[in-house]
């Protein structure tokens, strides 16, 4: 199928320069990259989307309307853990994908922090993280001791009240598109789900023949405007495992790309297919992981630790905050950034974000640099400390992702 043109890439904006770190490669991949919301990010991806399908009031931030003039139909597929920096990697076991890349793709970037739950409610909102309040990995459930892991969410808290948004498939919905999601049948119905996705009939497909069967039926059923979502989460699952170019990893990449030809072969003739990521992946290796349960000076004057192994949001006892401070930035040094919650909201990273999910980000906000992260082997799952590969920072190669346009 012939790929659509597209406008020129804005390349992402720098926010900072590499650390120092001694021994560490500081190319483009390990700089800082802010999120830009409102014009090259996840969170515009829909509402261009329901701007090409008519949605009335729908903005088209990434400028799709001109390219899918006469498009009706819309698939978007995620593919998680696929950054933009990671595809030269990927492109000798996918060769549909490197080709996509080259003919019909530009980078955005996802928002912050760069982890699934909060890039997966980020695009079903079209919103950055701020708003919608899915802040991290896992979160302080504000008021408790509670830690909230949001892939194993269900039950409380309501997921309507943790996350009041509309999605952007209820919008859809709500102007006569039909709107499907395609996912792993294990996630139907889950907090996150919920919170994601609401608004869309929901279908199982548990890999990627079964993916790619279900995307096309639910594209080609109706004869009006037509939205579906699709998610993939294996390229991730093995990068974490087993790290980016791993041998599973690089068996996930070509698998994608199989469930990429046969989507794009599939396409109906007034349908277009978007490809993107939630965040890209780095490996970080056995030298540069720091342990918090193994030092007592991370632990003193803590209460509750969220966030995951790249960003941590402490939450401290009173008074505290400062020696919190000053303690981490001691250990840690340049392996990482260590800010008042009021410092990190400053930056920008989460967009405005009201005063209801202020406190779900920590007193203290903990953003690693270059190829660290902090790990907790004690208070933690223990599978997280075996990980090879991670994401959540605001490296480049975190946080530029993949748009990939396709017209049938």
């Known amino acids: 199928m012939p790929a659509g043109q597209h406008s020129p890439a804005r390349p992402p904006v720098l926010s900072g320069a590499p650390s120092s770190t001694p021994g560490v490669n500081k190319g483009p991949f390990l700089a800082p990259v802010a999120p830009q919301y409102g014009g090259a990010s996840l969170a515009d991806v829909l509402p261009s989307v329901l701007a090409v399908l008519g949605v009335p009031g729908a903005a088209d931030l990434l400028g799709l309307t001109d390219e899918l003039i006469g498009v009706r139909r819309v698939a978007v597929l995620l593919v998680d853990g696929l950054g933009w920096h990671q595809i030269p990697t990927a492109a000798p076991y996918a060769p549909t994908l490197a080709g996509l890349t080259a003919t019909a793709g530009r980078p955005l970037t996802c928002g912050f922090p760069s982890t699934t739950p909060t890039s997966l409610v980020t695009l079903g909102t079209g919103t950055a993280s701020g708003a919608h309040g899915v802040l991290g990995f896992t979160l302080r ?52 789900t919920v919170a994601a996705n609401r608004g869309g009939d929901y279908r199982g497909a548990a890999g990627v023949d079964a993916l790619a069967a279900t995307m096309l039926a639910a594209l080609a059923a109706g004869s009006g405007p037509t939205l579906v979502s699709g998610y993939h989460p294996d390229v991730d699952r093995h990068g974490h495992l087993s790290g980016v170019d791993s041998m599973p990893w690089r068996t996930a990449v070509s698998e994608v790309d199989g469930l990429l030809a046969r989507l794009v072969d599939g396409l109906p003739p007034d349908a277009a297919l978007l490809v993107t990521a939630d965040h890209g992946q780095l490996n970080v290796p056995a030298g540069h992981r720091f342990d918090l349960d193994t030092d007592p000076r991370l632990t003193a004057g803590l ?23 000053a303690a981490w930035s001691e250990v840690l040094g340049p392996a990482a950034r260590v800010l008042t919650r009021d410092e990190a909201v400053a930056t920008g990273w989460f967009g405005p974000v009201p005063e209801d999910h202020l406190r779900r980000i920590g007193d203290v906000v903990v953003v690693c640099n270059d190829t660290y992260a902090v790990l907790a082997s004690r208070s933690e799952s223990p599978v997280l400390s075996r990980l090879v590969g991670f994401h959540g920072a605001d490296t480049a190669a975190e946080m530029t992702i993949p748009l990939l346009v396709v017209r049938g």
């Open 303 to 325: 209460q509750v630790v969220a966030g995951e192994p790249r960003v941590r949001y402490l939450h401290v006892a009173p008074g505290a905050t400062e020696d919190v401070r």
């Open 141 to 192: 459930v504000p008021g408790t001791d509670r830690v909230l892991n949001h892939i194993e969410w269900s039950g409380e808290p309501p997921p309507l009240r943790w996350q009041p948004v509309p999605t952007q498939l209820e919008r859809a919905r709500a102007a006569g598109v039909a709107v499907t999601v395609v996912s792993r049948p294990e996630f139907g119905g889950t907090g996150l």
